[in-house]
């Protein structure tokens, strides 16, 4: 029996607005926003629900990977943005871990807060810095399950020195949610939570 490779594939569209190897995203405001459109522009394209994210270097704050959420049209409930961005830049990097000493300090750039398995994904990755948009509560309000997360997690995530910000362009990354409900975008959840 053969077995198809599994490694995630990209949208056709986000090889447009993929920024030149020399773009820079000094402030965090700027790697969130582009988070954000990309989580928009799944939406938009119809390619996924609406989450982005991106793995920046954080010493030249280039952007090393994208990710979007690719749940539904690739049959996989580990497509996440977040999983997709780590697991794009972990091949970039050609190391499984994105915190070794020989590799600049990286941030993940979200526009939403990480679900249960994003935040697992997220310690084990070697992500230094978490930057977040929307709060996982504006996923929840249009019906997704984000998982028993630990209450505290940010603080579960710092004691692992993994920085977390949060609320950053918030209004913006909860505006897209919004948008992919009210276009009739198809919610996930396995069993719909129901255990």
């Known amino acids: 029996m053969r077995f198809p490779k599994a490694i995630f594939s990209l949208p ?5 607005h993929i920024p030149g190897p020399e773009q820079v995203f000094p402030e965090v405001e700027d790697r969130v926003k582009f988070a ?12 996924g629900g609406p989450f982005g994210a991106a793995v920046f270097d954080l010493q030249t704050k280039k952007l090393i990977a994208p990710g979007v959420n690719l749940v539904v049209p690739l049959n996989n409930s580990s497509a996440h943005a977040e999983v997709v961005a780590i697991t ?52 929840t309000r249009i019906g997704f ?19 977390v910000l949060q609320d950053i362009c918030g209004e913006k990354a909860s505006a897209v949610l919004h948008q992919y409900c009210r276009n009739g975008g198809v919610i996930y959840n396995s069993r719909k939570g129901i255990l």
Not at 12 to 16: G, K, L, R, T
Not at 145 to 163: C, H, N, V, Y
């Open 36 to 47: 954000i459109k990309l989580s928009r522009l799944n939406v938009e394209h119809g390619t």
């Open 145 to 163: 399950d984000e998982g028993p997360k630990p209450l505290e997690w940010e603080q579960e995530l710092e004691a692992r020195s993994i920085t």
């Open 88 to 139: 794009i830049a972990q091949q970039v990097s050609g190391h499984y871990d994105l915190g070794s000493e020989w590799m600049p300090p990286c941030e993940l750039s979200v526009s939403t807060e990480p679900c249960a398995m994003c935040f697992g994904a997220i310690i084990w990755s070697g992500i230094r810095q978490l930057a977040c948009g929307a709060r996982a509560a504006d996923a």
């Open 12 to 16: 056709a569209w986000i090889e447009h």
